[in-house]
């Protein structure tokens, strides 16, 4: 448990505090900086070969809550959030994802913007084009405070 601490807190420092929540993340630039982690790397958005819709509500789950990709795919998550509050969709392992949820709710205000995450306004979509690079079981989950431990995650099982 220790072990996952440290290198959660190493993760959230080594992360740019560019942006805070809000419509600003998804207005990012072309060029997005090549994030590698154990789940994949950031996509090339003209090499994408296929589109995945999510959505995301105030129920607190995404639609579909398990997708079933091959590795190496590249694939572009476009993410509605259909409901009247702010969500997000982060990739990652299910342990980082947890410690990850837990330090937003100790820090709700935590400025954090990466390749694997966008931050969706109430109406608004957002994007993440990403690169499976392994296979395995990898996660993604809102991390706006108490909206993971409510049940707001999805499976990605990758081939």
């Given at each position: ?15 740019p505090l560019a942006h805070a929540h809000g419509d600003e993340h998804d207005k990012r630039a072309a060029a ?128």
């Open positions: 448990m220790t072990r996952i601490c440290i290198a959660m807190m190493l993760f959230v420092l080594a992360m997005q900086p090549m994030v590698e982690t154990e789940f994949g790397r950031t996509g090339d958005p003209g090499k994408a070969s296929r589109t995945i819709r999510i959505d995301m509500s105030d129920a607190m789950r995404f639609t579909p809550g398990e997708l079933t990709l091959e590795r190496g795919e590249t694939v572009k998550f476009v993410v509605r959030n259909s409901g009247k509050t702010l969500h997000e969709m982060v990739l990652g392992t299910r342990q980082e994802l947890a410690a990850h949820a837990e330090l937003m709710r100790k820090f709700p205000g935590m400025e954090h913007d990466e390749p694997f995450m966008t931050h969706v306004a109430p109406g608004k979509t957002g994007e993440i084009v990403w690169h499976f690079t392994r296979s395995g079981e990898f996660y993604y989950g809102c991390l706006v405070p108490r909206h993971f431990e409510a049940g707001m995650v999805g499976k990605v099982t990758v081939k």
